[in-house]
């Protein structure tokens, strides 16, 4: 399913007049958690998805009318993904030339220093239940998928580098991945995720 | 065997989040994520999903498993083994105690004994006192700590063999009369 937030593929008249602030902070309390989510997932940096998430909401503001009432979720999340692009081509460009006066030591003291950023600010995302919950849904899961969803996960090893510690297949390091997440995301639920 | 098609999507959303696809599949998903609504909410879940999850793991209470976890489990048992330790050594001073105890008469002496006792510490008494004026010759400082409540002149060990406050035949006490 698509939606191009347009006006009126049905017919239905959409309005002229600019959203409300309050109109935009209720659509905010709505969509704006999923939003933010969607956008650290995207640019891996907190920092980054608020600066993105604000942004998004000041294009609610100035043309969020222009929506219709039922797809303004995919119209959220469409101009989120494309002001995210353009948030990425612009980091590029500057820490490229951020780069280019720095030597092979401070370049990758910077690129190390922007990985920990990722990391800051989990609050906003999670909840304090929802750790403690997920803790014992951690424990409950067998041992080999437990270990690999924390060295992927916690200790941000790759697939491929957890797989050759284990002694084990490529394939058999991202079933036991893929088996954990599916239980854990069962937790989070389709329901969860704002609809 | 091929996934369903929303589990296929979480788990590539979730190797998106992560960083493993290779370029050319992250470019095609992010292609998708231009005017899919489903694949961008699976990006949130699988972005909420790791969040949590490295919280969920940084906090204690977490057990760790598989190869890390053996270190883990040699101080687990070197930990059982001194709580059994200290059980053990308890539960023996115990037993000590309890032995110790056991050794200390605590039945009060029977009425034929009472005379006897009596007798008893009026000679101990006595010859006390005879020793202590051999040895100090202030018999009149002694008197005065013997006739005193005080129990500094008469030695614990004394007062803890021979009672000077014995029950009396009717259950009162009396004290014992000083020669």
Not at chain 1, 16 to 32: F, K, M, N, Q
Not at chain 2, 6 to 19: F, H, K, N, T
Not at chain 2, 151 to 166: F, I, N, Q
């Amino acid at each position: 399913m698509t939606d191009d937030g347009g006006p009126t593929k049905s017919g239905q008249p959409v309005s002229t007049e600019r959203l409300s602030p309050d109109a935009v902070r209720a659509l905010y309390d709505i969509h704006g958690r999923d939003l933010l989510a969607f956008l650290s997932g995207v640019l891996r940096n907190s920092d980054a998805a608020e600066d993105v998430c604000q942004i998004t909401f000041q294009r609610v503001l100035e043309s969020g009318h222009e929506a219709r009432e039922e797809t303004i979720r995919g119209w959220l999340f469409k101009v989120a993904f494309h002001e995210a692009m353009a948030y990425r081509r612009k980091q590029v460009r500057r820490h490229e030339s951020q780069l280019e006066s720095l030597d092979l030591a401070e370049a990758e003291n910077l690129s190390s220093r922007v990985r920990v950023e990722e990391l800051v600010r989990v609050e906003e995302l999670v909840r304090g239940e929802e750790i403690e919950q997920l803790k014992q849904l951690l424990a409950g899961l067998p041992a080999d998928q437990q270990f690999v969803v924390r060295q992927r996960i916690q200790e941000d090893k790759t697939f491929a580098a957890i797989a050759e510690e284990l002694q084990v297949p490529l394939g058999t390091v991202l079933t036991r991945m893929r088996l954990a997440i599916q239980k854990l995301q069962k937790w989070f639920g389709r329901d969860g995720r704002g609809k | 065997m091929s996934l369903p098609v929303d589990e296929q999507r979480d788990w590539l959303a979730l190797q998106y989040v992560l960083g493993e696809l290779s370029d050319a599949d992250r470019e095609a998903f992010e292609e998708r994520l231009a005017d899919d609504l489903a694949a961008c909410e699976s990006v949130a879940a699988a972005s909420r999903l790791v969040l949590t999850v490295r919280a969920a793991a940084s906090a204690k209470g977490v057990p760790s498993v598989g190869p890390a976890s053996t270190a883990d489990s040699r101080s687990q048992t070197k930990s059982a083994f001194s709580a059994w330790l200290s059980v053990v050594v308890a539960s023996a001073a115990m037993a000590l105690l309890c032995l110790f105890a056991t050794q200390t008469p605590v039945n009060p002496p029977s009425n034929s004994d009472v005379a006897s006792v009596d007798h008893a510490a009026a000679e101990l008494v006595s010859l006390w006192r005879s020793g202590m004026d051999a040895d100090e010759g202030d018999v009149d400082d002694m008197d005065e700590g013997l006739d005193s409540s005080s129990e500094d002149a008469v030695p614990g060990w004394m007062l803890a063999a021979v009672s000077l406050e014995t029950p009396g035949i009717d259950g009162t006490s009396e004290k014992v009369q000083e020669n």
